[in-house]
């Protein structure tokens, strides 16, 4: 089985994955000071946990945003597993897509991943939204090119700094307000509603910019954990596909293995 990593900003995501289908898959926060022996440890239980050895995974791909991470995670692969870890973007699996902006290299893995996952799902011009430690809004044409896009700030970004900044406000969850009023009567519904509320009229104004841009038919596919959450109460998003990103390495390395 294939061990795909996805390094982001906040969390790392481990998942099996065999024969494109995903066996399991786990969470950590992401730490780059933490080392190739604690991720082995709690990793090992994890595999053990769902039934799985170590011995079940056979290569590992890995897809990030923090370099600092990266030797350490690489350690994992070769210590633990016996296998060099490949990185996604580089030889020899390098993205087989156009990055058709004006800083390629910049791009970052996670939005490269998407676009690949996206295009090889769904026909078309596509927006891929991303909640993440950002959001992000990326563009993939009806060829695959990956088109630039938009990042902004992440919802639970937005609520800390919000907390932050002004001292009375207490902290609330991320959720659907329980009415669809706009016009709250207490502080707590206040701040519900300009998180929420806030975010989707955010996603759907950019979203609507961005189709006017492109000028042809455009299907919205969004993926993070925080995708469903606004699902529930917007049309916005024609698909939800929660591990585009592990979807997208899943592929490169099927590429590469020839199938």
């Known amino acids: ?24 898959r786990w969470r ?21 946990l769902e039934g799985f050895a170590r011995e079940d995974v056979a290569a590992v791909i890995l897809g990030t945003v923090v370099p ?4 350490n995670l690489q350690v994992l692969a070769e210590k633990y597993f016996g296998v060099e870890a490949l990185i996604a973007g580089q030889a020899p699996v390098e993205w087989g897509i156009a990055l058709d902006v004006a800083e390629p290299r910049s791009v970052g ?6 676009a690949i996952a996206a295009h090889a799902l769904y026909e078309g011009d596509l927006i891929v939204v991303d909640f993440g430690t ?9 060829s695959g090119a990956y088109k630039g896009g938009i990042i ?9 700094a919000l ?17 669809t009023t706009v016009i709250g009567r207490t502080t707590e519904d206040q701040m519900h ?14 979203v609507e910019r961005m189709k006017a841009e492109i000028g042809r038919p455009v299907r919205v596919i969004a993926t993070g954990g925080l995708a469903t959450l606004f699902d529930e109460h917007s049309d916005l998003f024609d698909a939800i596909e929660g591990d585009l990103t592990i979807q997208g390495l899943a592929m490169l390395h099927a590429r590469i293995a020839g199938g």
Do not use: C, K
């Open 1 to 24: 089985m294939l061990l795909a990593i996805d390094a982001g900003n906040t969390n790392l995501v481990f998942a099996l994955v065999e024969h494109g289908v995903i066996r399991a």
């Open 28 to 48: 950590i926060a992401t730490d780059p000071r933490r080392t190739a022996d604690e991720y082995a440890v709690w990793l090992h239980q994890l595999l053990q």
């Open 68 to 71: 600092r991470a990266t030797h």
């Open 109 to 114: 893995a996670d939005r490269a991943l998407n």
């Open 134 to 142: 950002a959001t992000t809004f990326d563009v993939v044409d009806y």
């Open 152 to 160: 902004a700030p992440g919802i639970n970004l937005s609520l800390d």
């Open 163 to 179: 907390v932050a900044a002004a001292a009375r406000l207490p902290r609330v969850a991320i959720q659907a307000p329980e009415s």
């Open 193 to 206: 509603i300009g998180i929420y509320w806030g975010y989707v009229a955010m996603m759907e104004g950019l």
